[in-house]
């Protein structure tokens, strides 16, 4: 009986040993439940904060919050935003660091670590941290535009261009990526090339009126003036560009390029009236007056666009033509080699400082500066074509 009673005693020891120790384990989660879905809300409220540019707030927010939450890594890629708006970037590098390893496969830390180093100038670093970031969210457009911006400030304009390619599959009909792509091609003067890429783009954001201005722009270069006049015809009778005096000038130089002399006065004027200090707008109307063989205009318009800006070898280049049209030699030669001193990578200022050296009767020094213009740009067309004529003359 007394054996019955031990055994009792001790069971019954044992249910309450468990009773006691159960209750904390549960207030333990629950609290921890709670302070989770708290931590939660101020995440979102720190959110709104960082979003409007409340940042002291925010950062208070967000320091209650992970009191009770530690282990969110939400909250410390948020406050590395934090630190990285207000230029603490250790500080900043230090709470990706904590979100990284809360959150391995988190791809955002990666990425904003990505946006500390190329503030540090350690490109190759922050090449490397959009790469992963683009790699853990391969959906994420930002990441691979970031690791493309790094490369071009990196020279390796050819492989950021690759890599914007190799992406546009997984962005089908997104415009940014081909906008972007777009941009690159024209560096590397693809010029036809650009223009499938921007009309692609153009397409895909019908309302992206800078994204048909690089359209326009491309298609000047690729010699495709009259389309270039029309989309940027389109383009000027947009009230939004009313005011723009750079898409008048552009317009100008397509119906040049497409000789449509009227047009082009007419746009190149609109431009100076806009916009009075726009050196390139008298250049235009100089350009189309010396296509007329109207000196006095060309001369008045010439001589406002160096008045504005003195250095500018294409006003210089413009001066040069002019005094030629004069027959006054002497002052051509200077102003095409003012051009050519100030603008050494341009091999026209080269070739017509030799046509008139040649004019002057110095073959040699003409033949020499048709050279210079060729190291310039190997199988320039107008160098060959003098340096040919001179051996004919010859």
Known sequence: MRRTLVIAALALSSLVGCSQTK???????????WSGARAAVLYSL???????GNYDKSRKTVMEALRMAPQNADLWVLSAKLNIEQSQLE?????????????????????????????????????SDYQIASDKAPTELAFVLARAET????????????????????????????????????????????VDTFRKASMLATDDIGIKERLAKAMLFNNQSREAAELLSRLTRDERNAERSELYVML???????????????????????????????????????????????????????????????????????????????????????????DQADAVALCMTGY????????????DFYAKALRVRPGDELATQLMANIGLNE
């Open 23 to 33: 209750p904390p384990d549960n207030k333990k989660a629950a609290v921890a439940h």
């Open 151 to 194: 490369l071009v400030a990196m020279d390796r304009a050819k492989e950021a261009l690759s890599l914007l390619q190799e992406k546009q599959p997984f962005f089908e009909n997104n415009p940014v990526i081909r906008d972007a792509a777009g941009q690159l091609l024209m560096q590397q003067k693809r010029y036809s090339e650009a």
């Open 356 to 367: 008139i050296l040649e004019r002057m009767g110095d073959q040699q020094q003409a033949m």
């Open 46 to 52: 720190a959110n709104d904060q960082y979003k409007t």
């Open 91 to 127: 500080l900043a590098k230090q709470d990706l660091g904590r979100a990284m390893e809360l959150a391995p496969d988190y791809a955002e830390p990666y990425y904003l670590r990505g946006v500390i180093n190329q503030r540090w100038q350690k490109l190759e670093d922050a090449a």
């Open 252 to 342: 100008g130089e397509a119906c040049m390029q497409a000789d449509r002399a009227s047009q082009a006065r007419a746009a190149f004027e609109t431009a100076a009236q806009i916009n009075p200090s726009s050196s390139l707008a008298w250049q235009g109307i100089g350009k189309v007056a010396l296509n007329a063989n109207d000196l006095r205009r060309a001369e008045m318009a010439i001589r406002k666009s160096l008045a504005l800006e003195p250095a500018d070898p294409q006003a210089l280049l413009l001066t040069g033509y002019l005094r030629l049209r004069q027959s006054k030699l002497d002052e051509a030669m200077v102003a095409f080699r003012k051009a050519a001193a100030l």
